[in-house]
Nanobody, 114 residues
Framework: QVQLVESGGGLVQPGGSLRLSCAAS????????MGWYRQAPGKDRELVAS???????NYADSVKGRFTIVSNSAWTAVYLQMNTLKSEDTAVYYC????????WGQGTQVTVSS
């Protein structure tokens, strides 16, 4: 099993920045991809960004150039640096890990509002 715990969400004004963190434990060594999804009210969950163990990244078009995903060298944490935030970035952000099986964190709320 893999446990994922997110932190770093909150309220920020448009144009501001936030950094989300996801701490992984358990059998995380079995996974090959970690990243972030988000779900806004009334919308489907969507992939925001992902990173592989060899550092290959993938971003949703809506966040390219504004968000950056990185992992630590031990593959026990993944971070999402979010800059130039917009109101449409408001959502619950979920950390995930995928390998044999898929694992999810409990989610952290990000609200972009003036």
């Amino acid at each position: 099993q893999v446990q994922l715990v997110e932190s770093g969400g909150g309220l920020v004004q448009p144009g501001g920045s936030l950094r989300l963190s996801c701490a992984a434990s358990g059998s995380i060594f079995r996974t090959s991809v970690m990243g972030w999804y988000r779900q806004a009210p009334g919308k489907d969950r969507e992939l925001v960004a992902s990173i592989t163990r060899v550092g290959i990244t993938n971003y949703a078009d809506s966040v390219k150039g504004r968000f950056t995903i990185v992992s630590n060298s031990a593959w026990t944490a993944v971070y999402l640096q979010m800059n130039t935030l917009k109101s449409e970035d408001t959502a619950v952000y979920y950390c995930f890990a995928r390998g044999p099986g898929a694992y999810w964190g409990q989610g952290t709320q990000v609200t972009v509002s003036s």
